[in-house]
C-alpha cells in the first residue's frame, strides 16, 4: 500500500557512497543516474553524456537552489567523480557524465583507511572557482523575510536569459507580498522567485510586450487575479475592493503617470482605506434601522477623502440615502458601511448620468 506522504518515487543512496564522498554527492549522483534512464544521452569516450541546463537539474533537484546544485556539482567535478562539457553557454546547455571508475575506486577505497592527505605547498593549483557558490542553506524550510531580496547570483543567472535588472527589481516587492499572504514555507526561496520571474518575464513579453511594461492607466483597468487574492488573504471583502476601483483609476487617469506596476499600487491603496474603513466603522454588532437624523461620522469623511471624493458631493446624498432606507424598512449594523458603500457608487457614476441628464434636457425630437 503506497503511502501519500511518498508520492514520488523515492531516493535510494548507498550508505557507504554517502560516508566516502558526502551525502549531498551521493544524492546529486543517484539522481543524474535516474535522469540517464529517462533522458536522451550520447556515448563519447566511453561515457554516457546526459545534455541537460540549470532549470532541468533544478526541477530534478526542487530540495535545494540553484547555488547548491552548483556547489555540489563542483564538489562532484573535484573529486573526478563526473566530467564536465561547456555546452551551448549562450542557452545555459552543458553535458554531463558520471565517472563510474572513480565512483567504484571511492566506494572501495571507504573499506580501507584513508591515507594521510598530502599538504598543500605555495605551488599547489586551486581548483577553479565556482561563480554559483554561496553559503549552503540551513535546509529547514522557512517563510520569506520581510525585506527579502535577490542574490547577486541570481541577478546573473537572469540576465542569462535577458531579462533586465529592473524588471526583477519591480517585481520583488510583490512577490514577497503574495507570498508573505499565502503563508507558506519553502527550502529555497530564491528558486522560487527564480521561477516565479521567469513565468513573468514570457507573460510580459508574450502579451503585452517590452514597449508596454510601462503604460498610462486605462479606462477599462481591473486589478489582476494575484492583486485580488493577496487583498481578500488580507480580510479584506471583495465587494470593498471592487468599489475601490472605479476612483483608483479616475485618479491615475488624471495624473497621467506611466508605470509598470498598477497593480502594486492597488494592493497599497486599498490596504490604507482598508485601515482606515475599519477603523471607522461602528463595533456594535446589533442591527438598527437608520435614525431620522442619521449624520456620517468624521472618519467616514475621512475615508471617501483618501477616495479623492468631495465632502460636499456627499453631504448632497444624505437625505435621499434616509428616504431610500426610511421606505424600505430594513436594519443595518453599520449605516456608515452603506453610506460609503452608497457615496463610492454615485461618485464613480456621476460622469455617466450627467451625460444622460445632458442627454434627456436637451432632446428637440419631440418637436420633429
Given amino acids: 500500500m503506497s503511502s501519500s506522504l511518498i508520492p514520488e518515487r523515492p531516493l535510494l543512496i548507498s550508505p557507504t557512497l554517502a560516508a566516502t564522498i558526502g551525502l549531498e554527492e551521493a544524492v546529486m549522483l543517484h539522481v543524474l543516474s535516474e535522469m540517464k534512464l529517462r533522458l536522451p544521452v550520447s556515448l563519447r569516450d566511453n561515457l554516457r553524456w546526459l545534455e541537460v541546463n540549470l532549470e532541468t537539474l533544478s526541477d530534478a533537484m526542487p530540495f535545494w537552489n540553484i547555488a547548491d546544485i552548483m556547489r555540489i556539482q563542483q564538489s562532484l567535478l573535484e573529486k573526478g567523480l563526473v566530467q564536465v562539457d561547456g555546452g551551448d553557454s549562450q542557452k545555459g546547455y552543458f553535458k554531463i557524465a558520471i565517472n563510474e571508475t572513480g565512483i567504484s575506486r571511492s566506494t572501495s577505497s571507504a573499506e580501507k583507511p584513508a591515507?594521510?592527505?598530502?599538504?598543500?605547498?605555495?605551488?599547489?593549483?586551486?581548483?577553479?572557482?565556482?561563480?554559483?557558490?554561496?553559503?549552503p542553506s540551513s535546509g529547514k524550510a522557512s517563510q520569506i523575510p520581510d525585506h527579502w531580496q535577490p542574490s547577486e547570483d541570481l541577478y546573473q543567472l537572469c540576465s542569462r536569459r535577458n531579462i533586465p535588472r529592473e524588471f526583477i527589481d519591480e517585481h520583488v516587492r510583490l512577490f514577497v507580498i503574495s507570498q508573505q499572504e499565502r503563508r507558506k514555507a519553502q527550502y529555497s526561496w530564491h528558486n522560487t522567485f527564480y521561477k516565479y520571474?521567469?513565468?513573468?518575464?514570457?507573460?510580459?513579453?508574450?502579451?503585452?510586450?517590452?514597449?508596454?511594461?510601462?503604460?498610462?492607466?486605462?479606462?477599462?483597468?481591473?486589478?489582476?487575479?494575484?492583486?485580488?487574492?493577496?487583498?481578500?488573504?488580507?480580510?479584506?471583502?471583495?465587494?470593498?475592493?471592487?468599489?475601490?476601483?472605479?476612483?483608483?483609476?479616475?485618479?491615475?487617469?488624471?495624473?497621467?503617470?506611466?508605470?509598470?506596476?498598477?497593480?502594486?499600487?492597488?494592493?497599497?491603496?486599498?490596504?490604507?482605506?482598508?485601515?482606515?474603513?475599519?477603523?471607522?466603522?461602528?463595533?456594535?454588532?446589533?442591527?438598527?434601522?437608520?435614525?431620522?437624523?442619521?449624520?456620517?461620522?468624521?472618519?467616514?469623511?475621512?475615508?471617501?477623502?483618501?477616495?479623492?471624493?468631495?465632502?460636499?458631493?456627499?453631504?448632497?446624498?444624505?437625505?435621499?440615502?434616509?428616504?431610500?432606507?426610511?421606505?424600505?424598512?430594513?436594519?443595518?449594523?453599520?449605516?456608515?458601511?452603506?453610506?460609503?458603500?452608497?457615496?463610492?457608487?454615485?461618485?464613480?457614476?456621476?460622469?455617466?448620468?450627467?451625460?444622460?441628464?445632458?442627454?434627456?434636457?436637451?432632446?428637440?425630437?419631440?418637436?420633429?
Avoid: C
Fill in 115 to 135: 591515507p594521510m592527505a598530502p599538504t598543500k605547498t605555495a605551488s599547489s593549483k586551486a581548483p577553479p572557482a565556482n561563480p554559483y557558490h554561496q553559503t
Fill in 197 to 368: 520571474i521567469l513565468r513573468e518575464w514570457e507573460l510580459s513579453r508574450s502579451h503585452r510586450g517590452l514597449k508596454e511594461l510601462e503604460a498610462n492607466m486605462s479606462a477599462d483597468w481591473q486589478p489582476s487575479d494575484d492583486a485580488f487574492s493577496i487583498l481578500e488573504h488580507a480580510g479584506i471583502s471583495h465587494p470593498f475592493i471592487e468599489d475601490a476601483v472605479p476612483e483608483f483609476v479616475l485618479y491615475w487617469r488624471e495624473t497621467g503617470l506611466k508605470t509598470s506596476t498598477w497593480n502594486t499600487k492597488f494592493i497599497a491603496h486599498v490596504r490604507r482605506q482598508w485601515a482606515k474603513y475599519e477603523a471607522a466603522l461602528e463595533h456594535d454588532a446589533t442591527p438598527k434601522i437608520i435614525p431620522d437624523d442619521y449624520q456620517p461620522s468624521d472618519e467616514v469623511y475621512e475615508v471617501l477623502a483618501m477616495a479623492n471624493i468631495d465632502e460636499t458631493f456627499a453631504r448632497e446624498h444624505i437625505p435621499e440615502f434616509i428616504l431610500y432606507w426610511k421606505e424600505r424598512k430594513e436594519v443595518a449594523v453599520s449605516w456608515h458601511t452603506k453610506f460609503l458603500q452608497h457615496v463610492k457608487y454615485r461618485w464613480s457614476h456621476r460622469e455617466s448620468n450627467e451625460e444622460d441628464f445632458i442627454d434627456r434636457v436637451t432632446d428637440r425630437s419631440w418637436a420633429n
